[in-house]
């Protein structure tokens, strides 16, 4: 739920206004107290969920509403299990996805009442051999309170394991050794991820000694009479659950995790409805407190910042502004299932909205209720309602320090791999994982502080291989490094002409960490058809006798100076390291050298020469103070006149290279020498190109970075 904001509304005839408060449900006056209802009227919500059950569109739906100690609404609505004509009520079970991370939080508090654990300790104290590895610095732990609140350095993880599946879920350890990853230090940043709850259910296990299944029903739902609650389904509780349905109405085989207490819980809406009297420190008669209004207050604390004005606690989402009022909730969805719990606290109310198919009807039917409830936040949601649609913002280009060739490392757990990213000024960026095609990645965008897309690639790992799959990159821009994780996403389809797995659903990343080599992502031409713009003709020195230049169709003709000719480009974004030029160049006369390229390298400059010492001589100049032809790179060419020669020097932190039509020259490591240029070829940095006592001719000049 997004913070409320006063939008302008558009202008609606009032046939209109009167549609939709009534389709809404929300029939109260807009000018009524914005206390809290001493009546609320649910007409219109239960018509809504009429509606929806109706169409065929719902299997089933299960509301309650708690109010001042008291549930004052429960019912259900629709058919639990279609095959069988068993009808939903209030004490149908659904599975509850993400509110059983409220669920195993609240355990998680039973144990820091007992004295078995402490929120801010370092989680690895509680989970054994296995342990959390941190992948940026190292060292920083991960606290118990971090993974409560997502702020761990986990990344985005879910993992599905059907019944009819082959593929099985491992230990919980080797889980840990593949997943315990953390991708960003913790306390940096919040990262939703639902595998650090299936390190807490672990940890409950191990704390208590007992199967966490066992540990909850004792310690937390059997005190607060949660009767119609489980971790998973037994058969003693498969009797009272809601069948989860696909997208095509048909029963979802049944399906487990690698992340029980993110995601296992299945509970009704009766339950639910007492799990919020407790989190509102109001117990029913025949409920027992299991910790104090101190341990329900720490956990509806923010400690983390998710967006402005919301931000999450021990297993809930806190905002502060939510059309008008706090809210404390937790939404579930996945395959089947869509779930809310929501709490307001100021106003001593919850409300619960479960369904066993994946609709929007639970979040419709959560404010339309709440719209019941408080008349100040049904003002609110009407205004937003009915006013326009917020413009999408502005796509940024994106920044200079992002542009260019980027080289890392992706691990995974099965070995690491080589990621390469280009990011073209055209905005178009590029992707390949390891010897494989360049990918392009789709929807491209960087926020100020996140980079993100979508591309099809081959990470290769068993758990993954079972799928086809999208990967989703999400990487962060610090100290001149990318660094964040590829999450491969499972593709399926109930459309079985798709070709595509049926039964199917992961989400597993794994941490990449690339540096930029160069600020060039692709090839750029250096020289126009019909001007030498961007570039200046050479005068200084030796050039001041300098041939006439010009340029005809992109061909660039360089008369014999006396003794040098010579052009330099203007440009101020010319690379350093890590690029390559090519060109092609031709002599029209004269006996010495042609082409002579004064190129930098890192902080030194070098220049390549051919045709030189008589026309022959192909050679760096100069390395180790030595000139092209008495040095390592020396080469020799039989150089026809007026014979196009395609050229390409490529410049690394490995080495300097070079090929003239296919044939490579020389290969010289950069590391072990020094480099350098004849004071004469001075006025030619930082890149140039001249000849000496030489007409010469030049087009295609291009600039790329080393593929």
Request: net charge negative; with cysteine; aromatic share 10%.
């Amino acid at each position: 739920m997004m913070n409320f904001r006063i939008r302008t509304m558009k202008m609606v005839s009032r046939a209109t206004l009167v549609w939709v408060l009534l389709t809404s449900g929300l029939c109260m006056s807009l000018t009524a107290q914005e206390n809290i209802s001493a009546s609320p009227d649910f007409s219109g919500v239960i018509k809504r969920i009429q509606q929806r059950v109706q169409s065929g569109d719902v299997p089933s739906c299960a509301v309650a509403v708690v109010k001042d100690g008291k549930i004052i609404w429960e019912q259900g609505f629709g058919l639990a299990d279609r095959e069988n004509n068993r009808k939903a009520d209030e004490h149908t079970m659904y599975s509850l996805a993400s509110i059983s991370k409220p669920i195993t939080a609240t355990g998680i508090m039973k144990l820091v009442k007992d004295r078995k654990l402490t929120l801010d300790e370092d989680i690895n104290k509680y989970l054994g051999r296995a342990k959390l590895e941190n992948l940026v610095d190292g060292e920083t732990p991960a606290t118990v309170r971090q993974v409560l609140n997502h702020s761990s350095g986990l990344p985005i993880h879910a993992q599905f394991f059907y019944d009819h599946e082959e593929f099985k879920a491992p230990s919980f350890e080797e889980s840990i050794r593949r997943y315990g990853k953390l991708m960003s230090n913790p306390g940096d940043r919040y990262t939703y991820a639902n595998f650090g709850y299936g390190i807490l259910d672990f940890i409950i296990g191990r704390a208590s000694r007992k199967s966490y299944a066992d540990w909850m029903k004792r310690e937390v739902f059997i005190p607060l009479g949660m009767n119609r609650t489980s971790v998973h389904l037994s058969d003693e509780y498969e009797q009272y659950a809601a069948v989860r349905y696909g997208e095509d109405g048909k029963p979802i085989p049944y399906y487990t995790f690698d992340h029980d207490g993110a995601s296992a819980v299945y509970a009704s809406a009766h339950d639910l409805a007492r799990f919020a009297l407790f989190h509102l420190g109001e117990l029913l008669e025949d409920q027992v407190e299991i910790f104090g209004i101190q341990g329900t207050l720490e956990m509806q604390t923010p400690t983390q910042e998710i967006v402005s004005g919301s931000g999450y606690g021990m297993g809930w989402r806190i905002t502060e502004d939510d059309f008008g009022i706090k809210t404390v909730r937790h939404t579930g969805g996945m395959p089947g299932v869509r779930t809310y719990l929501t709490i307001l606290p100021d106003h001593n109310a919850a409300v619960v909205a479960l369904c066993n198919s994946s609709s929007d009807l639970p979040g419709l039917v959560t404010q339309d209720a709440i719209a019941a409830l408080v008349p100040l936040y049904q003002k609110n949601l009407i205004a937003w309602r009915l006013s326009s649609p917020d413009a999408p913002p502005a796509k940024e280009p994106m920044p200079d320090e992002l542009l260019g060739y980027w080289r890392g490392k992706l691990k995974t757990y099965e070995g690491d791999r080589l990621i390469e990213i280009w990011v073209h000024e055209d905005q178009d960026v590029h992707v390949r994982i390891d010897e494989d095609l360049k990918m392009l990645v789709n929807y491209p965008d960087y926020d100020g502080d996140v980079f993100t897309g979508e591309f099809r690639a081959e990470m290769d790992t068993t758990d993954i291989s079972r799928s086809p799959y999208t990967i989703s990159m999400k990487l962060n821009l610090n100290d001149g490094m990318l660094q964040g994780f590829l999450t491969a996403v499972s593709r399926s389809s109930t459309d079985l002409t798709k070709n595509l797995p049926k039964y199917t659903r992961f989400l597993i990343s794994h941490f990449c960490s690339l540096e930029r080599v160069s600020k060039l992502a692709g090839s750029r031409k250096l020289n126009l058809n019909d001007s030498l713009q961007g570039w200046s003709v050479i005068t200084d020195n030796d050039f001041e006798k300098h041939g006439e230049i010009s340029i005809e169709e992109g061909v660039i003709s360089l008369s014999s100076g006396k003794p040098a000719t010579g052009i330099r480009y203007a440009g101020q974004d010319f690379p350093t390291m890590n690029y390559e030029v090519s060109l092609e160049a031709r002599r029209t006369g004269g006996r010495d050298f042609f082409c002579g390229i004064t190129f930098p390298v890192d902080n030194e400059f070098c220049s390549m020469i051919i045709g030189g010492w008589g026309g022959g001589v192909v050679g760096l100049s100069n390395i180790d103070n030595m000139a092209a032809v008495e040095n390592e790179s020396t080469g020799f060419l039989d150089v026809e006149d007026d014979r196009w020669y395609q050229i390409r020097l490529r410049v690394t932190t490995e080495s300097i290279q070079a090929w003239i039509d296919g044939k490579e020259y020389f290969s010289v490591p950069t590391d072990s020498h020094k480099f350098g240029i004849w004071w004469e070829q001075e006025p030619v940095r930082p890149f140039g190109i001249a000849s000496w006592y030489t007409s010469t001719q030049l087009k295609n000049i291009r600039l790329s970075a080393p593929d």
